[in-house]
T-cell receptor, first 116, second 114 residues
Framework: DQQVKQNSPSLSVQEGRISILNCDYTNSMFDYFLWYKKYPAEGPTFLISISSIKDKNEDGRFTVFLNKSAKHLSLHIVPSQPGDSAVYFC???????????????FGKGTKLSVKP | ETGVTQTPRHLVMGMTNKKSLKCEQHLGHNAMYWYKQSAKKPLELMFV???????ENNSVPSRFSPECPNSSHLFLHLHTLQPEDSALYLC?????????????FGQGTRLTVV
C-alpha cells in the first residue's frame, strides 16, 4: 500500500514552459513534504520542502504547493530548462515522531524531460 | 557533492560471494539509512540507524547485514545474494528528527548479482 503516489511516470515539456509534477499522499499524519531530484548514476539531491503549516514555498524557479484537504502537492518549475531533465521524487514524513514513523516515505518518481 | 560518500560505485558479485558496501558522512548527522532502488519501484527503506543503534529493519532478508560502528560510518554486508537483489543501493544521513531533517544521499552503489 503506497502512502506516497506519483501517478505520472514521465513528463515531457518544452524549454521555457512550466513543468508541473504531482504527488498524492494517503497518510493524514504526514506534516513535512520534500522533493528530491535524481540524475542517472547519482543519488537523489534535496530540492525543496514544505511544512504542513504552509500551502506554498518558493525557491527561485521552483515552487511547491500543498493542498492538505486533497492530500496533494505539486512542484512547479518555471521556466523549465534542459538541465532540469531528471527523475523527481516526492517524499513525506511525520516530524513529531522518531523511529520508523519519522522516516521519509518516497513516491516512485516522475521522469521529467525538458526539450530544447 | 552532498557530503555522503559511498564506495564502491559499482559492484558485480556472484551469488556465493561476500562483499560490503561502505558509506561515510561528516555532516554531523546522527541518523543513517540504507535504501534500495529497484527499477519501477519507490525507494525502499532497508535499515535505519539512529545514534548508532538500529531502530528500523523493514523485514529485509538476513543476507543483508548492516553495521554502524560510529555515527559517521555505515556498512552493508552482503552474502549469498540472489539476482533479484541487483539494484541501486543508496545511503543517506540526516538529523534524527524534527522539521528540516531532510536526508542527504550518497551517489549509490550499483550492484549486479550474477
Amino acid at each position: 500500500d503506497q502512502q506516497v503516489k506519483q501517478n505520472s511516470p514521465s513528463l515531457s515539456v518544452q524549454e521555457g514552459r512550466i513543468s508541473i509534477l504531482n504527488c498524492d499522499y494517503t497518510n493524514s499524519m504526514f506534516d513535512y513534504f520534500l522533493w528530491y531530484k535524481k540524475y542517472p548514476a547519482e543519488g537523489p539531491t534535496f530540492l525543496i520542502s514544505i511544512s504542513s503549516i504552509k500551502d506554498k514555498n518558493e525557491d527561485g524557479r521552483f515552487t511547491v504547493f500543498l493542498n492538505k484537504s486533497a492530500k496533494h502537492l505539486s512542484l512547479h518549475i518555471v521556466p523549465s530548462q534542459p538541465g532540469d531533465s531528471a527523475v523527481y521524487f516526492c517524499a513525506a514524513k511525520r516530524t513529531n515522531y522518531g523511529g520508523s514513523q519519522g522516516n521519509l516515505i518516497f513516491g516512485k518518481g516522475t521522469k521529467l524531460s525538458v526539450k530544447p | 557533492e552532498t557530503g555522503v560518500t559511498q564506495t564502491p560505485r559499482h559492484l558485480v558479485m556472484g551469488m556465493t560471494n561476500k562483499k560490503s558496501l561502505k558509506c561515510e558522512q561528516h555532516l554531523g548527522h546522527n541518523a543513517m539509512y540504507w535504501y534500495k532502488q529497484s527499477a519501477k519501484k519507490p525507494l525502499e527503506l532497508m535499515f535505519v540507524y539512529s545514534l548508532e543503534e538500529r531502530v528500523e529493519n523493514n523485514s529485509v532478508p538476513s543476507r543483508f547485514s548492516p553495521e554502524c560502528p560510529n555515527s559517521s560510518h555505515l556498512f552493508l554486508h552482503l552474502h549469498t545474494l540472489q539476482p533479484e537483489d541487483s539494484a541501486l543501493y543508496l545511503c543517506a544521513s540526516s538529523l534524527e528528527s524534527g522539521i528540516g531533517t531532510e536526508a542527504f544521499f550518497g551517489q549509490g552503489t550499483r550492484l549486479t548479482v550474477v
